[in-house]
């Protein structure tokens, strides 16, 4: 932990809370000021501190919050950086021509600087009983809407800075940044947590994961990530609210996967789901065999050890390849049914791929841009032992070669095939020019480019253009 956190004692703490803003704050809010905290305004996006500015231009409150601060304090370099607000949506929307309002769960403001977005929420506040919308920035239309189990479904609900802290899932990410005074203020007890390396669950853990069982990912992710331990109270409900998983819509937990499994920490987030029985709720075929099968726990484990090494190397990686060493174990054990062995080889291959995928599709979302890729991986498995004559050749220009030929290490590290094959291809790569290709090249649809550049105009259009604009 760095020195300026372990030397901030509480006498500092104290005497930071006698100022007229800590005093008068009911929660007794800890005011950090600017000599005793290392946040600077040269780490902080130029764009984060214009709407900041602006905001409070406008006689509007706003700070930076969440993760980017925590970042911060912890030495860190935050690639994201969020405002909160008490000025409203339709208040940020009308400062601010470049945003646009989004979400329905929770509205929300993208205000865009170029490819920068920055995200822009109004503090939330205390769920009201039924249709009482009483604060004066609360709409009819902005309220709180749970299911029958307790989940929210429509998070609508404006209040105060304290609130808004209180409303926050963990400790370390509700700590507020201002640029009015260039203080931190923690209303939780963030600092605490973040000297003691705890990762906490503001209110009453179960409730909170009954909320938005998603909560149950992140604690797992950001202990992972900070390298904290899960507070016991935090830890204690998620084994018997595992199942509030199911609940959640396959697509929005493709996108937690990636988060947990695509931020450089794969392996100790995959140890962590496994001690608390989150992951056979994401991928239950996969948690079945990696029990029955030591060849199978030994090729995830050394999946997620390359994916994380590509990462911190700052190379791309592709969910495609994460699913692909996640559900072959599942794909060799269809292939032994038996109405499959009346098959084809590469006929069962297919079939077994297909029934791997759909069963998994009802847990997680596989969109199909990382299906393709994922299949033709699987396929070329069963294609590079036959390299004589032309075969070789042919396969080598495959645009997936690249990646089914990391994927072949990767199976004959596990001890799931003898070691040869991946010898010979290497060596076949010496011997002749290796493609431009990577393991997780953009053909293979990595996430960290999602965004396609504008196609450029040719000079016909553009004539045609010019033409059609002549008086």
């Keep these: 932990m760095l020195n300026w956190l372990k030397n901030l004692s509480p006498k500092q703490h104290s005497h930071q809370a006698e100022k007229p803003a800590a005093a008068t704050n009911k929660l007794g809010a800890t005011i950090i000021a600017r000599d005793q905290h290392p946040i600077s305004r040269k780490w902080i996006s130029d764009s984060a501190l214009k709407v900041m500015y602006r905001l409070n231009n406008a006689n509007h409150d706003a700070y930076l919050v969440g993760g980017a601060v925590r970042d911060l304090l912890l030495g860190g370099h935050p690639k994201d950086f969020d405002i909160a607000t008490d000025a409203t949506p339709e208040q940020v929307r009308a400062l ?101 390396k705890v990762i906490r669950m503001i209110g009453e853990p179960a409730q909170r994961y009954r909320e938005d069982p998603v909560r149950m990912l992140r604690v797992i992710r950001f202990a992972a990530k900070l390298g904290f331990q899960l507070h016991n109270d935090t830890a204690k409900p998620l084994k018997s609210m595992a199942e509030l998983l199911y609940s959640i819509p396959s697509a929005r937990l493709f996108d937690e996967v990636l988060k947990l499994f695509m931020s450089g920490h794969a392996v100790k987030t995959f140890q962590l789901l496994c001690e608390h029985q989150l992951f056979e709720k994401l991928f ?81 979302a596989i969109p199909k841009r990382f299906q393709i890729p994922m299949r033709e991986i699987w396929e070329l498995q069963q294609r590079l032992p036959k390299n004589g004559g032309k075969r070789a050749q042919k396969l080598f220009q495959h645009p997936r070669f690249r990646a089914a030929y990391d994927f072949l290490l990767l199976r004959e590290q596990a001890g799931e095939i003898s070691p040869g094959l991946g010898d010979w291809w290497t060596e076949y790569q010496v011997q002749n020019k290796a493609p431009d290709r990577t393991q997780h090249s953009a053909e293979d649809g990595h996430t960290q480019n999602m965004y396609r550049k504008p196609r450029k105009r040719s000079n016909r259009s553009r004539n045609n253009s010019f033409q059609a604009r002549r008086p």
Excluded at 140 to 166: C, F, I, Q
Excluded at 172 to 191: G, I, P, Q, R, T
């Design 96 to 196: 601010f021509s470049n945003s646009r309002i989004i979400g329905r769960r929770f509205q929300i403001v993208h205000v865009r600087f170029g490819r920068e977005i920055i995200e822009v929420t109004t503090f939330r506040g205390h769920h009201p009983e039924g249709d009482d919308t009483t604060h004066p920035k609360t709409s009819k239309s902005a309220k709180s809407v749970k299911s029958a189990e307790g989940m929210l479904l429509r998070d609508n609900v404006y209040g105060t800075v304290e609130e808004d802290a209180l409303r926050r899932d963990l400790t370390v990410n509700a700590l507020y940044y201002s640029v009015k005074d260039f203080a931190v203020h923690d209303y939780c007890h963030a600092m605490d947590d973040l000297s003691n």
């Design 284 to 364: 239950p075929q996969s948690n079945t065999l990696k029990q029955q099968d030591a060849h199978a726990q030994t090729l995830i484990e050394q999946a997620f050890a390359n994916t994380d090494s590509r990462i911190n190397e700052g190379k791309p990686v592709t969910p495609a390849f994460i699913y692909a060493a996640l559900l072959w174990p599942s794909v060799r054990e269809e292939i032994k049914s038996h109405d499959l062995q009346k098959m084809p080889p590469m006929a069962a291959f297919h079939e077994a791929a297909n029934r791997v995928i759909q069963q998994q599709q009802q847990h997680t």
